[in-house]
Nanobody, 122 residues
Framework: QVQVVESGGGAVQAGGSLRLSCAAS????????MGWFRQAPGKEREFVAA????????DYAASVKGRFTISRYNRKNTVDLQMNSLQPEDTAAYYC???????????????WGQGTQVNVSS
């Protein structure tokens, strides 16, 4: 059984920064990708960023590229998401996912956390 736990959400003003952390514990992770997704009220869950085992290959949504950075620490099975220059449109519940078979498809990730809320005020 794999557990995925996020931390680090909160409230910030536009232009500010937050760092989200995700810890995955257990065995049998499935696929090699770990990623972050987000869901705003009334909207579908969308891809934010993902990283492959080894921490070298990454992928970002166009809306966050250049502002967000994903990092992976394999020994600790953790993934961080550094979010800079936050904007009100970044407000959402952010979910960490593990065991993915590709970067961007939510349905191909096997394990999900409960989510952490990020609120950005203007």
């Amino acid at each position: 059984q794999v557990q995925v736990v996020e931390s680090g959400g909160g409230a910030v003003q536009a232009g500010g920064s937050l760092r989200l952390s995700c810890a995955a514990s257990g065995r049998a992770f499935g696929g090699p990708y770990m990623g972050w997704f987000r869901q705003a009220p009334g909207k579908e869950r969308e891809f934010v960023a993902a990283i492959m085992w080894g921490g070298v290959s990454t992928d970002y949504a166009a809306s966050v590229k250049g502002r967000f950075t994903i990092s992976r620490y394999n020994r600790k099975n953790t993934v961080d998401l550094q979010m800079n220059s936050l904007q009100p449109e970044d407000t959402a519940a952010y979910y960490c996912a593990a065991g993915g078979l590709n970067y961007r498809t939510p349905g191909l990730y096997k394990y999900w956390g409960q989510g952490t809320q990020v609120n950005v005020s203007s």
